[in-house]
């Protein structure tokens, strides 16, 4: 196994988590193998690349910060959103990076360079959580607007909406394969749909 599949991000608890630190603790032997100081404020949301290399977390401030987990240190510090960060993902090609936030948007990054490629908007209430397609070409969204939309990666566009939830929509993910997307929601379901649309 590589390293970085034996470690698990984890914001520190209580007391902790708002000063801004990322700990990374060992699977198995359940210590603390780093610590990442971003600077920043309490941290919302975090994320693995799938290569491994990267570990990016959101913060109540809107901000975004990616770390080298190689060198441990601080690669980027991504700012645009005006309002916290509740969820982010990497693609599976860990070349860009998603975030939504309690703005209503949905900002895309170029993880290497750290550009912004893309503002996305649609949602009409906090974007509250995002995950991405295994394919690399889609990743989904979910809303306090009720609503999960489909986005195609390439284009940024919304290639569908749905609309079946009657309360806020707080988590959606792809499975394994792609083949369906499910979302949760306050109205107490767990929706399933197929994929692709």
Request: net charge neutral; glycine share 10%; with cysteine.
């Amino acid at each position: 196994k590589q390293w970085y599949q034996r470690r698990v991000p984890i914001t520190a608890g209580g007391s902790g988590s708002h000063n801004g630190r990322i700990n990374l603790f060992g699977v198995e032997s359940g210590k603390l193998e780093q610590s990442l100081d971003t600077r920043g404020k309490f941290i919302m949301s975090i994320t693995y690349s799938p290569n491994g290399h990267y570990v990016a977390c959101g913060a109540i401030d809107g901000i975004v910060t990616v770390f080298d987990l190689v060198t441990g240190k601080l690669l980027h510090t991504l700012e645009g959103h005006a309002m916290p960060i509740r969820s982010l993902v990497f693609s599976p090609d860990s070349q860009l990076l998603v975030t939504c936030s309690d703005d209503s948007s949905v900002k895309v990054y170029d993880v290497q360079h750290a550009n912004l490629v893309g503002t996305l908007s649609g949602h009409g209430s906090y974007v509250l959580c995002v995950d991405f397609s295994p394919d690399n070409t889609r990743f989904a969204t979910s809303s306090s607007d009720r609503k999960v939309k489909v986005w195609d990666a390439g284009t940024r566009r919304c290639v569908h909406t749905f609309t079946e939830h009657k309360d806020q929509v707080w988590g959606v993910a792809y499975n394994d394969n792609g083949s369906k997307l499910v979302s949760v929601s306050d109205d107490k379901a767990i929706n399933v749909y197929e994929c692709p649309l």
